[in-house]
Structures are given as structure tokens and as C-alpha cells.
């Protein structure tokens, strides 16, 4: 007989994941990043709205459906991102992927996409939302420009 394995170890000693236990128990359908299960309050929604904030600092996607109640949200800081990660174009599209399964277990389809800000995650998060199965109609850029407003803060000398 086989002597004991080590908890955490497969029969040649390397680590295992809780992805390889997951395919372990139910086959290759039990793959955790691409199912999308439907809600428990499920609100049935076809059509929404993706709003993303991309700040120098954060990237926030709220999702709502056309009349404005969210049903999906995300930030950089909720998905682990911590410190001049946050801002970056990888966390963006993290962040947006997120929401999006929240929103499709409500069984959104389609949405029109409205970003804000100066960040660098504006263009990863809208392919992201593209590359989830979300049919994208319309991309708009909703930053607020002042029609010579507030001072702004100065430039940066590097």
C-alpha cells in the first residue's frame, strides 16, 4: 500500500490549489473563474448601465440598470489592491471583471459603458467588460470638464 500523502501535496509533492481540488471533485466544468451563477435575489435585468471612475489613485465600476439602481460594484482596494497598485491598468481590468459577474447573475445581456477620469484603467476596463460576454452598445466619456472653473493643481516637475 501507498504510504499517506501529505495534506496540501499531490503524489509528486507539488503544492495544490483550491482550483486543482475543484477540478479534482466536479471535472473540468467546476473551473471558479468562468461560472456565473444565478443570484439568490435575482432581479432579472437585460439591459444596464457600466459606469467606470478611473482617478490617478483608483479604479472604481459601478454597474446599474438604465433607471440607475446598482446592481454590481467593484474597486481596486476590495479586490486586494493595495498602494500604487490600485492605479494601475491590470487592476482596472480585474475590478471590472468582478463587477461584471455580479451584474451577469442578475442576468444582465447587454450595457452601455460611461467612463470618467484621467486614470490609466479606462481602456482595460472597457475591454474587460467586452471580453466577459457583455455586448457593449455604446462607450461614452462622461469626465466632468470645467468651463474654466476651479484652479487646477499644479504640474507635476519630474
Keep these: 500500500e501507498e504510504a499517506p500523502k501529505a495534506e496540501g501535496t499531490d503524489e509528486k509533492g507539488k503544492k495544490r490549489t483550491a482550483a486543482d481540488v475543484l477540478l479534482e471533485l466536479d471535472g473540468p466544468e467546476a473551473d471558479a473563474s468562468q461560472k456565473v451563477v444565478k443570484a439568490k435575489g435575482s432581479k432579472n435585468i437585460h439591459s444596464g448601465i457600466v459606469h467606470v471612475l478611473a482617478t490617478f489613485n483608483n479604479t472604481i465600476v459601478t454597474i446599474t440598470d438604465t433607471r440607475g439602481n ?38 444582465l445581456k447587454e450595457a452601455d459603458v460611461r467612463v470618467k477620469g484621467p486614470g490609466s484603467g479606462r481602456e482595460s476596463a472597457v475591454r474587460a467588460v467586452q471580453g466577459i460576454g457583455i455586448d457593449v452598445k455604446n462607450i461614452s466619456d462622461v469626465t466632468p470638464i470645467p468651463h474654466n472653473g476651479c484652479r487646477p493643481k499644479k504640474a507635476r516637475r519630474v
Design 70 to 107: 446598482v446592481i454590481g460594484w467593484s474597486t481596486a482596494g476590495k479586490m486586494g489592491f493595495r498602494g500604487s497598485r490600485k492605479s494601475t491598468a491590470y487592476a482596472a481590468q480585474v475590478v471590472s471583471q468582478d463587477a461584471c459577474r455580479q451584474a451577469m447573475s442578475h442576468g
